[in-house]
């Protein structure tokens, strides 16, 4: 029994088969580029919200960098350079109070960590949408950005290294009692009219000391060259991002 045409009731022939065939093949084929063509769009348009969402967060930390470098220049004009000539042969019946100060100035320091915006690039990187970045120029940028920012994270992390050691050998030269009236009651640190004086004037004790404040400048002076260079990578990121896509 031979099937038959349902329009006129007679067998299809083989021309027909293949028409029928190429129709069917067509219509897949139309709607798979369809749909892809759709997911296309739609990356797009979450690549250009990432780009937006990006740019936002380099406007975070270029207003930040500032802040940031005034703090570091700050604490290597008027801490770690007075530090050692304060070191320097200091005698143990004469008022401390600026050793005191700057001392306890410099071992504090919140981490720059914490004014760097990752939002966006964090989520691209924990939902696997960093490959949404169709502009190969944009994405290198992107990545020599952050890694930079990685990099810089350790040296401060070194840094931080270098004041816990010196934390550690307060205790030789410093008295406690005093120490503590060199901050007030809201965490300030805080400069007192009441003398206060070292223990100790023992010059290992005040070698350690100086060596540590010397490393904490000499690190302080190269996150200050690198935040420079941060705020400079982050204004160029955002240029090029604007140029690119047009935002």
Known sequence: ???????????????????????????????????????????????????????????????????????????????????????????????????????????????????????????????GRFQLISNQGVSDSIVAYYKTIDIVKSTEDFLFVDKHALRERLASILDGEMYDKVINDKDQIVRTNEPLYLTSVNPKDLSDCVIRVSNIRGLNRALIQNFQNLQAQAERLKSLIKREYEL
Request: include cysteine.
């Open 1 to 127: 029994m031979s099937l038959l045409d349902n329009a006129n009731g007679r067998p299809k022939n083989t021309k027909q088969y293949f028409l029928e065939g190429l129709m069917i093949f067509v219509a897949v084929c139309l709607g798979f580029f369809a749909e892809q063509f759709r997911e296309e769009v739609a990356d797009r348009q979450d690549e250009e919200s990432y780009m937006r969402s990006l740019i936002e967060d380099l406007d975070s930390d270029i207003g930040q960098y500032p802040r940031i470098i005034k703090s570091y220049t700050n604490r290597n004009k008027h801490v770690t350079d007075s530090l050692p000539i304060l070191l320097k042969n200091p005698k143990i019946d004469q008022p401390a109070n600026d050793t005191y100060f700057h001392l306890r100035w410099l071992i504090r320091q919140s981490s720059f960590k914490t004014s760097i915006n990752d939002r966006t690039i964090a989520q691209m990187r924990n939902f």
